[in-house]
């Protein structure tokens, strides 16, 4: 029963090609484009919300001009794992972001790149980061490697919290599926709590699509 539940995670193969992961390209097909002089409602929806997310993270990045630019790559982040999310919950599609390799892939890179490029331009900022204020002498060397710790702990935690609730949530929708096939006078109830559990999925992927840009932002604001 296990093995047949975590089986939707694996990702079929064609000729020893893992074509699923394709379903990360697909994603960029449902980004409206302009075509039209006038533009449509979804192109105004996307351009509201967009406006939102800069607004707040313009608001983390007050401290330091120099990564005001990097609400650009957070919003992008924002929405290519939403609509990831939101796709996998479509019947037949691989779901990429229930893989820490989908997950890793995204906070690992972006989180060395800023740490990179803090140790490199603001090497005093960051050392003084390690040491909280007031901590005595006898503790610095510990509270050096607990910081050390905690900054390389940090893209894991963000993967691992993604991946863990797209997981959780397949699975429930696929026990809650299996219970179609008993013969029941319980079926409506049945149905409606899966139309529920559906919606609160849907607002699960997009929470967490945004729990993670957020976060993301947050920590790079703090060592910058």
């Known amino acids: ?25 697909l994603t960029m097909m449902f980004i409206p484009t302009s075509f039209w002089k006038i533009k449509s409602r979804s192109i105004f929806k996307m351009n509201f919300l967009m406006n939102m997310l800069h607004k707040e993270f313009m608001m983390l990045f007050l401290k ?19 609509i990831n999310n939101l796709t996998s919950n479509f019947p037949y599609t691989f ?5 820490l390799v989908f997950s890793m892939s995204l906070s ?3 989180w060395m790149s800023i740490i ?14 390690l040491v909280p204020t007031g901590t005595p002498m006898m503790l610095m ?43 029941s006078y319980y079926w409506i109830i049945i149905v409606s709590i899966q139309t529920m559990f559906m919606i609160f999925e849907l607002m699960v992927a997009i ?18």
């Open 1 to 25: 029963m296990m093995t047949s539940l975590f089986s939707m995670f694996d990702p079929s193969a064609i000729m020893m090609m893992p074509m699923n992961w394709f379903m990360m390209l």
């Open 64 to 82: 330091n001009i120099m990564m005001k630019g990097s609400t650009l790559i957070c919003i992008s982040l924002f929405f290519f794992i939403m």
């Open 95 to 99: 779901c990429c972001s229930a893989h």
């Open 108 to 110: 690992v890179p972006i």
């Open 116 to 129: 990179m490029f803090c140790w490199i331009n603001l090497t005093k900022t960051m050392l003084s980061h």
């Open 141 to 183: 060397p510990l509270m050096v490697l607990i910081e050390m710790t905690s900054n390389i702990i940090r893209p894991m935690a963000l993967a691992v919290r993604l991946t863990a609730n797209l997981i959780a949530g397949h699975l429930l929708m696929a026990l809650l599926g299996n219970t179609m096939n008993i013969n």
């Open 207 to 224: 929470i967490q699509s945004y729990v993670f840009s957020v976060l993301m932002t947050l920590y790079s604001s703090e060592i910058s």
